[in-house]
C-alpha cells in the first residue's frame, strides 16, 4: 500500500509512515508472497541518504518522461531486470464502475495525475516531490482532508510531527479523512483481486468493540516495518502515548497487541515515576510488563532503588525482585532496605517487603520476615518504629506500639511500656472525628510496680459533640490512681507540673435575640482531683455540684447596649463551707462613637445571695451582698505616615481614659469560693474588679490612663510593633482582700510594655508594672528574641514578681552548619537557685536521615528531680526509630524549626 494512504480497518488503528519503504511491496509481482517477502531483508528509510527530487508537485501536470525519472519510478538496484515495472493491474469488474463524485481537489489530483509505466496510481494520493518536505508541509489534497476531519472527531495527537528531521509514525485509534466508497477502484495482486478489508466508518456513539486507546507516537533515526502489524525504530527510539514515555536504542511496536519492546538504555516515564533498565517488555492497555536490570525513582518521595527484574503489574503497580529501596539521592547509600520481594502500590503510596534487612551506615540494624509501610505518610495500620530512651526514676525502656487506623474517622494505638525499674506498663488511645462531635480515650495501666509494689494507672478522656438547633456538649475525665503518678512515670514538665485534673460536663445552649443579640445558657458539674505535693500542698477547689449560667447581650437598644449576667451554683468542699449562691449582674452602657473615638458611660448592678450549710464556721446562713459599679471608658485615635530605615509605617497614637467606681462594702464575712486576686496588667487595668470570681467586688475610685503607639505596615495591614505605657491612680485606700480585711495604701502603679519586631530578626514581648511610691519594679516580664533564620533562634527570658518568684529562662536551637545543629534550654529560679528544667541536645541532618540526642532535666516537686535521654534516627520517607524528642523541642524552644526531614511512616509487622 502507498504510504501516506490513511486505511481504516473495522476501526482498526491506523499506521501512517511519512516516509516510503524502499524494496519489494507485497502487492509487487515479482514477489512471491508475504512470507517470501518477511524473508528479506527490508530497507529501512533513512533521513541521511540524499534524495533526489523533481521540479514538479502533485498538483501539477507530470509528463510521462518526467515521472519515470523520478526515484520512486527508478528500477531499485539489484532488481530483476532493468526497467522491470510493478505490476499493478486495474481490477476489469472495477474499470467500468463509475467513478464518484469528491471534492474540486480530488477530482482535479485523479485527471492531471500522470502515472509511471505500468503502474496505476491509488485514488486520492498524488506522487510528490520529497516525501518529508510534504508531510511536514502538506499542500492539499489528501493530508488537508485529514486535518478537517480530525477536527471534528479524530482522536487528538492523532496529526503527523517530525522533530528534528525523525521520521514519525502516529497510531491513532481512528484517523478520520478517507474510506472506502463503493466505487472506488482496487488493486489486483497477480490477477488477483485485494484482499478484503472490511473497510467501514464508525459512527458517533456505536459500540464498536475495539477499546479505545491514546494516540501513539513512534520516532527514531531510523524507522521500519510493516503497515498495521509492527514499527520496528532504530537509534534514538521513542514511543509516547500521553502517559507513558518509553525512549530506547531499539524499540517495536506491535499494533494489534499494543506490545512494545525495546533494549538498550531503556528509560520509561509516567506521571513522574522514572525506571530505567536494559531491556523492557511492555502493554500500553494492561499497563504490564517486565524490564530487565531495572533502576527506579518514585516522584513522591524521592524513592529510587535498583533490583535484578521489575515486574509491571498495572497502572502504579510496580515489583521487584532482589531489590533495595531508599530515600537517599543517587550515590549516597547511607541507609537502604534489601528485601527479596518488594512490591511498591504508587497509588496508595504504599509498599509491602518481604525478607528485609535495614542497613544503616553499612550496619544491618533491622531484620524482618515481612513489612508493610507507607512512604507518603499517610495513616496506616500496622506496628510502628520501636522507642527507647533511659530515665533515673524509670531506668532503661523501649515502647512497642501498634497503630490502628480503625476507619477515616477513627483511629487506636497500643503501646506496650517496658521500664526496667518499673515493670511492663499498656497505653492505649483511641482517636475519633466526626462532623459534629470529637472524642479522645488514654487509658495507661502498669499493672505492678516493681518499686512502689502497686498497680497503677491514668484514664483521660475529652469528647466535644454540636447536638444541633444550638445545643452543644463537651465531657472531660482526668485521673490518676495517686498523687506520685506523673512524678514517677512521666517524661515532660508538662505532665510533672500539673495539679488539679479537670472532670466535667457541660450542656451550652447558643441562640440570637433579634438581629444582633446574643444568648447563651451554660449548664455544668465541674470537679477536680488535686495532686499534691507532701512539702507544698495547694488548696482544693470547690466542687461546682451544679451550675447553671447564662449571658445575655442585646446592643442597640435605643442607641444603649443591655448586658445581664447571672449564675446559681452550688459548691462543695470536704472541709470548708458549703452552700448555694446566685448571682446577677443587669448593667446598661451607652456607646457614644465618631471616625476618630468613643466614650462609653456604663452603670451596672451586681447582687450576690448565698445559702449556706448551718455550721459553727457559718455566722449567717444566707448573706446577701449588693454594689453599683459605675464606670467610663474613653479613647482616641490618631494616625501618621512615617518612614523609618527606608520603611513606610503608618504610626497611630491612641491615648485612652478609663474610669471606675464601687463602694466599698463588708464582705468579711461572705464565704470565697472561686475568687482570686488577678495580676496587675494593661488588661486588669482596664477591668471594673481586680479580683476574678463573684465572691470578692474590689472598693475602687480610681482612673487609668493609657497610651499606645502602634507601627503598621501600610500594604498588609500587619502591626510591626507596639508601644504602651499606663498609669493608675486611686483616690482612696482600698480595704478589700481575699480574705481577712486590710487596708492597701494608695500608690500610682505605673506599667509599660513593649511587643513586637525591633528589627526584621529581633522580637521582643516585654512589660513592667513599677511602684512609684517605693521606686521600685514589682512584677517583670520580659521576653527577647533573634531569628535570623528557620532553624537558628535564641531566646531570652526573665519573670519577677515580688516575694512570689525570680526566674531566668534561656533557650537556642542554633545550625552551625549546613547538618549540625544544637539545642539547648535553661530555666532557673534565682529564688530557689535551682534548675527547674534543663535540656541539651544536639541535632545531625543528612540528606536522607537524621539522628538527635537531648537530655533533659526535670525538676518534679519541692525536692524530687528527674533525668531523661531521648535518642532518635529518622529515616527520611520510612520510619523513626527511638524517643521522639520533638515534642519537648517545640514546646521547650520557642520558634524551635524541624528540618531535614520529609515526614515519615509506619511499620507493620507479621
Not at 180 to 188: C, N, T
Not at 414 to 425: D, H, L
Not at 544 to 567: H, T, Y
Not at 633 to 647: K, N, P
Request: charged share 25%.
Amino acid at each position: 500500500m502507498p504510504p501516506g494512504q490513511a486505511e481504516i480497518n473495522g476501526d482498526k488503528p491506523v499506521l501512517i509512515d511519512n516516509e516510503r519503504i524502499q524494496g519489494h511491496h507485497e502487492y509487487e509481482a515479482g514477489a512471491e508472497g508475504e512470507a517470501e517477502l518477511r524473508r528479506r531483508r527490508v530497507i529501512s528509510a533513512d533521513p541521511a541518504k540524499p534524495r533526489q527530487t523533481t521540479e514538479g508537485t502533485a498538483e501539477n501536470n507530470v509528463s510521462p518522461e518526467r515521472a519515470h525519472s523520478t526515484p520512486e519510478a527508478r528500477e531499485a538496484p539489484g532488481t530483476a531486470g532493468t526497467g522491470s515495472q510493478q505490476n499493478y493491474t486495474r481490477s476489469p469488474a472495477l474499470k467500468s464502475e463509475p467513478t464518484p463524485a469528491g471534492s474540486p481537489t480530488e477530482a482535479e489530483n485523479r485527471e492531471n495525475r500522470p502515472a509511471p509505466g505500468g503502474v496505476e496510481r491509488m485514488t486520492g494520493h498524488a506522487v510528490q516531490e520529497d516525501e518529508i518536505t510534504l508531510r511536514r508541509s502538506p499542500p492539499g489534497g489528501v493530508a488537508p482532508q485529514v486535518s478537517k476531519r480530525a477536527d471534528k472527531g479524530a482522536a487528538p495527537g492523532a496529526g503527523i510531527e517530525t522533530e528534528g528531521g525523525k521520521p514519525t509514525f502516529a497510531e491513532a485509534e481512528r484517523i478520520r479523512g478517507h474510506h472506502e466508497q463503493g466505487a472506488d477502484e482496487k488493486l489486483r495482486l497477480g490477477g488477483q483481486g485485494e484482499p478484503e478489508t472490511e473497510i467501514r466508518v464508525a459512527t458517533p456513539g456505536e459500540d464498536t468493540g475495539v477499546p479505545k486507546t491514546r494516540p501513539i507516537f513512534v520516532t527514531a533515526e531510523r524507522l521500519q516495518g510493516h503497515t498495521d502489524k509492527e514499527v520496528e525504530a532504530i537509534g534514538r527510539a521513542e514511543l509516547s502515548n500521553g502517559e507513558q514515555f518509553i525512549s530506547a536504542d531499539r524499540l517495536k511496536y506491535y499494533q494489534d497487541t499494543d506490545d512494545a519492546e525495546a533494549e538498550g538504555s531503556v528509560r520509561v516515564e509516567q506521571r513522574g515515576d522514572i525506571l530505567e533498565g536494559s531491556k523492557l517488555k511492555f502493554n500500553l492497555l494492561s499497563k504490564t510488563g517486565e524490564l530487565s536490570e531495572p533502576r527506579y525513582r518514585l516522584k513522591d518521595a524521592s524513592s529510587r532503588g535498583y533490583a535484578d527484574s521489575l515486574l509491571l503489574e498495572g497502572e502504579n503497580q510496580y515489583r521487584l525482585k532482589q531489590a533495595t529501596y531508599t530515600t537517599c539521592p543517587a550515590g549516597d547509600d547511607d541507609w537502604y532496605l534489601q528485601v527479596a520481594d518488594l512490591k511498591l502500590n504508587d497509588e496508595e503510596k504504599e509498599g509491602t517487603a518481604r525478607r528485609v534487612k535495614l542497613t544503616f551506615k553499612d550496619v544491618p540494624i533491622l531484620y524482618t520476615p515481612w513489612m508493610n509501610f507507607s512512604y507518603s505518610g499517610k495513616r496506616k495500620s500496622g506496628l510502628l518504629a520501636p522507642t527507647y530512651g533511659t530515665s533515673v526514676r524509670t531506668g532503661l525502656e523501649l515502647t512497642l506500639p501498634f497503630y490502628w487506623n480503625i476507619a477515616p474517622n477513627y483511629d487506636a494505638t497500643f503501646s506496650a511500656r517496658t521500664m526496667s525499674k518499673r515493670g511492663v506498663a499498656l497505653n492505649n488511645e483511641v482517636r475519633y472525628l466526626g462532623k459534629n462531635s470529637s472524642s479522645n480515650l488514654l487509658v495507661d495501666v502498669l499493672p505492678y510496680d516493681m518499686d512502689t509494689k502497686e498497680s497503677r494507672w491514668r484514664t483521660t478522656f475529652a469528647h466535644n459533640h454540636n447536638l444541633g438547633k444550638g445545643f452543644s456538649t463537651r465531657l472531660d475525665y482526668n485521673r490518676v490512681s495517686d498523687d506520685a503518678y506523673f512524678r514517677d512515670l512521666g517524661n515532660s514538665l508538662n505532665l510533672t507540673s500539673r495539679t488539679n485534673l479537670l472532670q466535667q460536663g457541660l450542656l451550652s445552649y447558643n441562640r440570637g435575640l433579634g438581629d444582633d443579640g446574643t444568648l447563651n445558657v451554660t449548664s455544668l458539674v465541674q470537679s477536680f482531683q488535686t495532686i499534691q505535693d507532701p512539702l507544698a500542698s495547694i488548696v482544693v477547689p470547690y466542687k461546682r455540684l451544679p451550675q447553671v449560667a447564662f449571658i445575655a447581650n442585646k446592643p442597640d437598644v435605643f442607641g444603649a447596649e443591655l448586658n445581664l449576667i447571672g449564675s446559681w451554683t452550688n459548691f462543695s468542699h470536704p472541709t470548708r463551707i458549703n452552700g448555694n449562691r446566685a448571682v446577677i449582674f443587669p448593667s446598661i452602657s451607652y456607646p457614644l462613637r465618631n471616625a476618630f473615638g468613643y466614650i462609653t458611660p456604663k452603670v451596672g448592678i451586681h447582687h450576690t445571695r448565698y445559702d449556706l450549710d448551718a455550721n459553727a464556721a457559718t455566722p449567717e446562713e444566707n448573706p446577701e451582698r449588693t454594689l453599683p459599679i459605675v464606670s467610663m471608658d474613653s479613647g482616641v485615635a490618631f494616625d501618621r505616615e512615617i518612614e523609618l530605615r527606608g520603611e513606610r509605617f503608618t504610626q497611630t497614637l491612641e491615648p485612652r481614659l478609663f474610669y471606675v467606681y464601687v463602694p466599698f462594702r463588708e464582705q468579711g464575712h461572705l464565704p470565697n469560693f472561686d475568687s482570686a486576686k488577678t495580676d496587675f496588667s494593661f488588661a486588669q487595668m482596664l477591668t471594673e474588679n481586680r479580683f476574678s470570681g463573684s465572691d470578692r467586688i474590689n472598693d475602687a475610685n480610681q482612673v487609668s490612663f493609657a497610651l499606645t503607639s502602634r507601627l503598621i505596615e501600610p500594604g498588609t495591614g500587619k502591626e510591626r510593633l507596639r508601644v504602651a505605657v499606663g498609669q493608675q491612680l486611686s483616690f482612696i485606700n482600698r480595704r478589700i482582700s481575699l480574705e481577712a480585711p486590710e487596708t492597701i495604701n494608695r500608690r500610682p502603679d505605673f506599667v509599660a510594655a513593649v511587643t513586637g519586631f525591633i528589627t526584621p530578626t529581633i522580637s521582643t514581648d516585654s512589660s513592667v508594672q513599677f511602684d512609684q511610691t517605693r521606686f521600685m519594679a514589682d512584677v517583670i516580664r520580659s521576653g527577647l528574641s533573634y531569628r535570623p533564620e528557620p532553624g537558628r533562634v535564641v531566646n531570652f527570658g526573665y519573670r519577677f514578681t515580688r516575694d512570689v518568684l525570680h526566674q531566668v529562662d534561656a533557650s537556642s536551637q542554633w545550625r552551625f552548619s549546613e547538618r549540625w545543629q544544637t539545642v539547648a534550654r535553661l530555666n532557673y529560679s534565682l529564688q530557689d537557685q535551682r534548675i527547674l528544667e534543663g535540656l541539651a541536645g544536639l541535632e545531625y541532618n543528612a540528606c536522607c536521615w537524621s539522628l538527635r540526642f537531648v537530655v533533659q532535666h526535670l525538676t518534679l516537686a519541692t525536692q524530687r528531680t528527674t533525668t531523661a535521654a531521648f535518642l532518635q534516627l529518622e529515616l527520611n520517607g520510612l520510619m523513626q526509630i527511638g524517643s521522639n524528642p520533638l515534642t519537648v523541642l517545640q514546646r521547650s524552644i520557642p520558634g524551635y524549626t524541624r528540618t531535614g526531614s520529609q515526614g515519615s511512616g509506619f511499620i507493620e509487622g507479621p
